[in-house]
């Protein structure tokens, strides 16, 4: 009686785009996990997005959780974002030669963030981190990298790599076209796993140039990690004289303005930003000391470069959030809310005895159809679970809630999701869990 569902959605505008973009991108899209192939239907093609709302080609409107997979913490199409956008557009849209709008946006980082001191920017979180590991290399001049298994640091070749069996493995290429003496060099071991880590360590202490971690790895469900674990790898980094790389593409700026390096308290030796720090526009950032920094092309051997880094539109964009970002209060109040909006939605599948958990950090939830109290690496996430998730995912965008099309990504929060919109979502959501379960279709 009291179901949320939309009447007569239609998708035909959707559907039709789709089989138009078929025909030019791989896929139909042009980033793999829009393609929407882990969940029912067909993409959703986007016409708008104004605050927590998007409205697709059909004009349908949803409460949007995806948020462009994590920039869009002050929602979309933010007032102060856009127009410090558009004032730096009517300068001219890229010169290729220094702007003042960089120095702004590094002053506006390094002032409140501790753990860097010297950065670059690039136009992607690939990017930084790509350059992030070639520093890593060029510093410590040794070549083997450590990742986890359940991290995602872009599709950059070294670590588009997932693990063989084992605890600790050469790893496997995760995509063809990736040399297999590339993936030589990394080393692939379970996250929140101190045995593991320590066994590579015996094994190539001296060959390890870093170890890379999502500090909280967002990418493979929310695996979040003890302090106690990170703590340990800025131990045995520092004991093996290895660089601690910490992947702040999703956390930074995100769990707090400094990020997970500022939530834990660990010094890591690099850190890489991406998402956040554009706005909405293309920007990636790698960080360390001036030392390490020092290392870099033109001060030093390292080499790396682009066109388009630093360009002034994105500059702007940048600026514009992190400047609201750094005001009192602003992580308080959203994490605060999100942490409302998770807890009531677990109390009712708690209630209900459903087999669900809604694990959270900051602004950043998982929903995961599991019974365990924890999960913290990617071994402890049940893959037959993913399907009650595409039952979820569907019967949500039913009820105009859009989330990203897989039960292996997390969801965001903004700041314009107001307590009307969440009461709204979690009306959604305790129906579409209801679905789930017990198959009563509202
Ligand atoms: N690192 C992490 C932790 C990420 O989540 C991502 C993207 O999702 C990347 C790196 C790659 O960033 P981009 O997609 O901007 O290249």
Redesign the pocket.
């Known amino acids: 009686v009291n179901s949320t569902v939309k009447p007569d959605i239609s998708r035909e505008r959707s559907a039709e785009l789709y089989e138009k973009s078929k025909t030019y991108f791989p896929g139909g899209v042009n980033s793999p996990v829009r393609a929407f192939k882990s969940v029912h239907g067909t993409p959703l093609f986007i016409q708008k997005g104004d605050g927590c709302f998007i409205w697709d080609a059909d004009g349908n409107q949803f409460i949007d959780f995806c948020a462009s ?1 994590g920039p869009l913490i002050l929602g979309h199409n933010n007032s102060a974002v856009r127009e410090k956008v558009i004032e730096a557009m009517q300068n001219g849209m890229s010169f290729g030669a220094p702007t003042a709008l960089e120095n702004q946006l590094a002053e506006l980082i390094l002032k409140n963030n501790k753990y860097i001191r010297k950065l670059r920017f690039t136009s ?3 990017e930084a ?1 790509m350059s992030a590991v070639r520093l890593a290399r060029g510093y410590t001049k040794r070549d083997k990298i450590i990742k986890f298994e359940g991290c ?3 599709h950059l070749d070294s670590l588009l790599v997932k693990a063989g069996s084992g605890l600790v493995t050469f790893g496997e290429t995760s995509s063809a076209g990736i040399p297999k003496s590339f993936a030589d060099e990394t080393i692939v071991v379970p996250l929140n796993n101190i045995q593991a880590v320590e066994e590579a360590f015996e094994q190539f202490s001296d060959q390890i140039a870093a170890v890379i971690i ?1 500090p909280v790895p ?2 493979n469900g929310l695996l979040l990690q003890t302090q106690e674990f990170l703590e340990f790898l800025r131990r045995i980094c520092t004991k093996n004289k290895s660089l601690l790389i910490f ?1 702040e ?2 956390s930074g700026f995100r769990v707090g303005f400094e990020g997970a390096a500022g939530y834990y308290n660990i010094y890591p030796d690099i850190i890489t930003y ?2 956040i720090i554009g706005g909405g526009l293309p920007v ?1 950032m790698y960080g360390a000391s001036e030392e390490i920094m020092g290392m870099i092309s033109p001060d030093g051997p390292v080499y790396q470069a682009g066109t388009l880094s630093g360009n002034p539109v994105a500059m702007a964009a940048g600026i514009a959030q992190l400047t609201e970002l750094s005001k009192s209060n602003f992580y308080k109040d959203l994490n605060n809310k999100t942490f409302e909006f998770t807890e009531s939605i677990q109390r009712y599948a708690t209630a209900k005895n459903y087999k669900f958990k809604v694990f959270t950090i900051g602004s950043i939830f998982w929903f995961a159809f599991t019974d365990r109290e924890s999960i913290s690496n990617a071994d402890e996430i049940d893959a037959s679970s993913m399907e009650k998730f595409k039952i979820m995912h569907r019967e949500l965008l039913n009820r105009g809630v859009y989330l990203g099309p897989s039960g292996y990504e997390v969801g965001f929060v903004s700041s314009t999701h107001s307590k009307i919109e969440l009461e709204k979502a979690k009306r959604a959501i305790f129906e579409s869990l209801d679905i789930v379960f017990r198959g009563s279709r509202a």
């Open positions: 997979w992607s979180g690939t981190v995602y640091h872009g999502e967002a990418n992947d593409v999703i991406g998402k990636g």
